[in-house]
């Protein structure tokens, strides 16, 4: 099995980049990582700016996250994404009066409508799931709806193998179900004393080998480490500790 290429969503970092962003990309770099998935540039002002922090630590980045409401403006996400050298532009999160029938059905026309003009750029626009989007509506999960009007040759999705979870839906039986949809796997992994709760990758309850087995079978380009809550732990610590558990079951 090839391993897909690892990389970390800043988030996890956020605290960090927000302080001083080329030392936390060099902090990144020492431990391992040779890519990042950007969410914001933290204090630097300019994707320009966040590009020469990425290169002078000898960093790469695999994508980006922006919010629903930037693709107004698609022109401008994709001159950013060009700059920093990705090919993936990811909706993370949907606001609380959007997680309805008819807002599911906003957000695949939202993308639907914004994917071409990346797609001539040589981009990918896919969703990010949570928790909420596995919840049912009038009797259907709320992805299920989402994807009635997503355009499949258009749409891609990162698939959060937590949110997942948490969600009651089995990682690896989504991914068999997306099948070539998607294109990034977030690597986290659930508490074994409470599943709410996030853990380093390979210190919770999750099957990492066999995640990585089905998405090895796919077109999964990046397993994108993160943890949203670090709850109290140095986010540097986690993040190692997240990447030498993969290396050590062969993973990374």
């Known amino acids: 099995m090839a391993n897909i290429p690892i990389s970390i969503q800043l988030y996890t970092v956020r605290t960090l980049t927000e302080a001083d962003f080329p030392a936390t990309m060099k902090q990144i770099a020492a431990i391992g990582y040779r890519f990042v998935e950007l969410a914001g540039f933290g204090n630097l002002k ?5 590009k020469k922090a990425l290169d002078d630590a000898g960093l790469k980045a695999s994508g980006c996250h922006v919010q629903l409401e930037r693709l107004a403006d698609i022109n401008q996400v994709a001159d950013e994404a060009d700059i920093l050298g990705h090919q993936q532009v990811i909706v993370p999160w949907i606001k609380p009066e959007l997680r309805t029938a008819d807002g599911y059905n906003y957000l695949a026309t939202q993308l639907n409508a914004a994917a071409p003009a990346l797609q001539k750029r040589g981009k990918e626009l896919s969703y990010h799931n949570h ?4 919840h049912l509506i009038a009797g259907r999960p709320a992805l299920d709806l989402f994807f009635d009007t997503a355009d499949p040759n258009l749409i891609k999705f990162e698939l959060d193998v937590f949110w997942a979870k948490l969600g009651g839906v ?10 070539n949809r998607v294109t990034n796997l977030h690597l986290k992994d659930q508490s ?6 996030f853990a380093e990758v390979g210190e919770g309850t999750l099957n990492f080998p066999a995640i990585m087995a089905a998405a090895a079978k796919l077109s999964v ?7 949203d809550d670090c709850y109290g732990k140095n986010p540097l610590d986690v993040i190692r500790t997240s990447l030498t558990n993969l290396q050590r079951m062969g993973l990374a």
Do not use: H, I, M, Y
């Open 131 to 134: 928790d909420f989007d596995s």
């Open 192 to 197: 074994k004393t409470d599943p709410t709760r």
């Open 221 to 227: 380009k990046f397993g994108v480490v993160e943890q």
């Open 46 to 50: 300019s994707p320009a700016a966040a």
């Open 170 to 179: 089995d990682p690896v039986s989504f991914l068999q179900k997306l099948g």
